[in-house]
């Protein structure tokens, strides 16, 4: 079963409020996510000894150590890429819990991504390093917003497929529809229809605002320990199948447009079949997909690249509901949190907790922040 054997899993998740303006800090709200996740797993802050973060994360580990009660840390690890680190978080925890250099590891992530810095924004200002160069080929021309990016992205695949935008619609209607039933969504009682989707207003061409993901203050965290431990603590153990990081060649940060195809997401096909090579699992065997949901049309193309589909089927894969998808809403319409609510809400799943709980889980897929270097994990049910 891969590097892990099933040896280290997810014990707690603990998150704050999602709102829209959280006015407390981006460390008041990464310390409240930890103290619950703690609670929720049945443990003390005493018993934490290893953190692991995203470098984006304004809250150091040792500030949120102290915040939360926390004492020695022996690790201590941050993740690169945004939204793509989310699955990598609990990576890097279940390395250090499987080779014994830590017993029980905080993922974390909390921002004020609303009220604070807005990544929707675009690129201001960057100082001089090779990320910034690399984006010196693309911001001239007026890509400046991640939505930008995407947009050319989108419209590569829907002329290689011979599709119309509405395709995408089906991604936002999904999202919306368990949004509305999940009290804990900020979208909770308001789902849309495809007519609303396509009558949302333009943001990036072939990209409608439907198409985008909302921005959220709030945070999230979990607690990785042994398998073995999980299954003394509060609640079933939600066991790391297999996790994977991946980097196509190439990679760029969302604006990979000279690598030859646009329209796909080869970062996604690295991760892809390190899973399905690791866990021994087929796209057959999956009761659940949680897919990154920044913009729609990367969860059409991760759909593709995971083998659930053909290529260019992804859009009737998702209108023929043949796969729960993103159960929470979505960062679409419960949270933007980095992807780090969708790993709670697989651990939901597995637990048979949800809000749109799926009957008789066994096997979630977990994907992370695509168009970047990515990850990805699968979660079991224990036994």
Not at 144 to 159: E, G, K
């Amino acid at each position: 079963m891969g590097a892990f054997g099933g040896r280290a899993a997810i014990a707690g998740i603990g998150a704050t409020e999602f709102s829209k303006n959280s006015g407390r800090s981006e460390l008041a709200l990464a310390a409240e996510a930890v103290r619950a996740a703690l609670d929720d797993a049945g443990l003390a802050p005493g018993d934490v000894d290893g953190m692991v973060t995203f470098t984006m994360d304004t809250s150091p580990e040792i500030g949120v150590a102290r915040a939360a009660g926390i004492g020695e840390l022996s690790f201590f690890s941050r993740v690169h890429y945004g939204g793509g680190a989310a699955c990598a978080t609990v990576l890097q925890a279940a390395l250090a819990v499987a080779a014994g250099v830590a017993r029980a590891v905080v993922c974390y992530r909390a921002f004020n991504e609303r009220s604070g810095r807005r990544f929707g924004a675009g690129v201001r200002h960057r100082e001089p390093s090779a990320e910034g160069v690399a984006l010196g080929w693309s911001l001239p021309f007026g890509l400046l917003t991640p939505a930008s990016w995407v947009a050319v992205q989108a419209s590569r695949y829907l002329h290689l497929h011979g599709l119309e935008p509405e395709v995408f619609g089906h991604v936002a209607v999904t999202a919306r529809r368990y949004a509305a039933t999940n009290p804990a969504a900020y979208f909770h009682g308001r789902p849309v229809t495809l007519a609303e989707h396509a009558a949302s207003r333009w943001i990036a061409e072939p990209l409608r605002l439907l198409d985008c993901c909302q921005e959220t203050d709030g945070g999230q965290a979990f607690v990785v320990t042994s398998t073995e431990r999980a299954r003394t603590l509060r609640h079933p153990p939600a066991v790391i199948t297999a996790a994977a990081q991946g980097a196509a060649a190439g990679q760029e940060q969302m604006t990979s447009f000279y690598r030859g195809e646009p329209g796909r997401l080869p970062e996604a096909g690295v991760v892809a079949r390190r899973l399905w090579r690791d866990s021994g699992l087929r796209p057959s065997d999956i009761d659940v997909g949680i897919l990154y949901d920044h913009f729609t049309p990367h969860v059409l193309m991760q759909l593709e690249e995971f083998g659930f589909c053909a290529p260019g089927g992804a859009g009737e894969f998702v209108a023929a509901d043949r796969l729960p998808l993103n159960t929470h809403g979505g960062q679409l319409g419960e949270a933007y949190l980095h992807g780090m609510n969708g790993i709670a809400e697989a651990v939901r799943q597995l637990r048979g907790s949800a809000a749109n709980q799926v009957a008789d889980v066994a096997h979630v897929l977990v994907t992370a922040g695509t168009g970047v270097p990515t990850s990805g994990l699968l979660l079991g049910a224990d036994g």
